[in-house]
């Protein structure tokens, strides 16, 4: 039940970043960026490669939901989650953002690796 519990707020997260709050600012966006567009700029990151995260991303987390009546898709959307949560953690760090602006990514990629270990 955990990890099913689990799978739902990874994915449902990852669609709300990508779908809900894109186009909007928080608190956690890197350097302060006023969206998603601009975060990637910030990153040093061109905005095709948003597309392709922002894809690999979803496409992820709605492995995750199918995780629950078809559990082979779990590990490896868990695996690439970790990897693209890694990889956000470190844009972080590259930008030398306060640690509460990455404190989204740290837990996102804890339960990413949760996942994984429990699927």
């Given amino acids: 039940m955990l990890l099913i519990l689990l799978q739902i707020i990874a ?16 608190p956690y966006r890197g350097k302060g960026a006023g969206n998603l567009k601009k975060e990637f ?3 040093g990151l061109p905005v095709w490669f948003m597309y392709i995260v922002g894809t690999i991303k979803v496409l992820s987390a709605t ?4 995780g629950i009546w078809y559990p ?14 890694v990889g956000a ?10 640690f509460k602006r990455a404190i989204p990514s740290l837990l996102m990629l804890m339960i990413s690796i949760f996942i994984f270990i429990l699927s």
Avoid at 63 to 66: K, P, Q, R, T, Y
Avoid at 72 to 85: C, H, K, Q, R
Avoid at 89 to 98: A, G, N, Q
Wanted: charged fraction near 10%; aromatic fraction near 12%; proline fraction near 2%.
């Fill in 11 to 26: 994915a449902l997260t990852i669609y709300n970043v990508w779908f809900v709050r894109a186009g909007h600012s928080t």
């Fill in 72 to 85: 082979y898709f779990v590990g490896p959307a868990s695996l690439v989650l970790t990897l693209m949560m």
């Fill in 89 to 98: 953690v470190l844009m972080h760090i590259k930008v030398r953002d306060s």
């Fill in 41 to 43: 700029l910030a990153y």
């Fill in 63 to 66: 492995a995750l939901i199918l």
